[in-house]
T-cell receptor, first 114, second 113 residues
Framework: EAQVTQNPRYLITVTGKKLTVTCSQNMNHEYMSWYRQDPGLGLRQIYYSMNVEVTDKGDVPEGYKVSRKEKRNFPLILESPSPNQTSLYFC?????????????FGQGTRLTVV | AQSVTQLDSQVPVFEEAPVELRCNYSSSVSVYLFWYVQYPNQGLQLLLKYLSGSTLVESINGFEAEFNKSQTSFHLRKPSVHISDTAEYFCAVRLAGFQKLVFGTGTRLLVSP
């Protein structure tokens, strides 16, 4: 089954404690991205990757890092989480092409930073 | 830069009534348009998309959306909603040739008996 898998689904952490949210896709997609979803703001892109070892900032990258060492994995790293990073996070993947293809989303990670 | 506006943050409706969720976008170049649905505690799923051709596109569960280039709109409609349609709906746009999806702020559809 084609899917994007995120872990964990729920996470409560304390300010300043480094954490990683994993994302893996089994569709051999080149393009992967991270979004955060906040009430009234919709989904905003954090980082994206066009392919292995190629990553770039999205609209709200401050406080986040990513890496793309393998095609299937695209982890999101919060080196020093702060309460304003409390949010619902989604990983997505799609074929890199003309833009007319569907983006597949993970189930989401609800992060609370206290 | 392109942007997407969903004016209604919440739309309450009774079961079996018709509904329209509005979406307007701003872009001066060719775009692809999408509607995604998010059921409670789930990720986003593609509902329907407009790429080219017929301006009216339909989903398998009775929703339809019409691309109106002159009004830069892509409103989502359903003639008769079910309780199970209760969800949040996101309109998204992607410039032709690019990968980035730009989302609207979402519309929560609340269907009551």
């Amino acid at each position: 089954e084609a899917q994007v898998t995120q872990n964990p689904r729920y996470l409560i952490t304390v300010t300043g404690k480094k954490l990683t949210v994993t994302c893996s896709q089994n569709m051999n997609h080149e393009y992967m991205s991270w979004y955060r979803q906040d009430p009234g703001l919709g989904l905003r892109q954090i980082y994206y990757s066009m392919n292995v070892e190629v990553t770039d900032k999205g609209d709200v990258p401050e406080g986040y890092k990513v890496s793309r060492k393998e095609k299937r994995n695209f982890p999101l790293i919060l080196e020093s989480p702060s309460p304003n990073q409390t949010s619902l996070y989604f990983c997505a993947s799609s074929i890199r092409g003309s833009g007319d293809t569907e983006a597949f989303f993970g189930q989401g990670t609800r992060l609370t930073v206290v | 830069a392109q942007s997407v506006t969903q004016l209604d943050s919440q739309v309450p409706v009774f079961e079996e009534a018709p509904v329209e969720l509005r979406c307007n976008y701003s872009s001066s170049v060719s775009v692809y348009l999408f509607w995604y649905v998010q059921y409670p505690n789930q990720g986003l799923q593609l509902l329907l998309k407009y790429l080219s051709g017929s301006t009216l596109v339909e989903s398998i569960n009775g929703f339809e959306a019409e691309f109106n280039k002159s009004q830069t709109s892509f409103h989502l409609r359903k003639p008769s909603v079910h309780i199970s349609d209760t969800a949040e709906y996101f309109c998204a746009v992607r410039l032709a040739g690019f990968q980035k999806l730009v989302f609207g702020t979402g519309t929560r559809l609340l269907v009551s008996p």
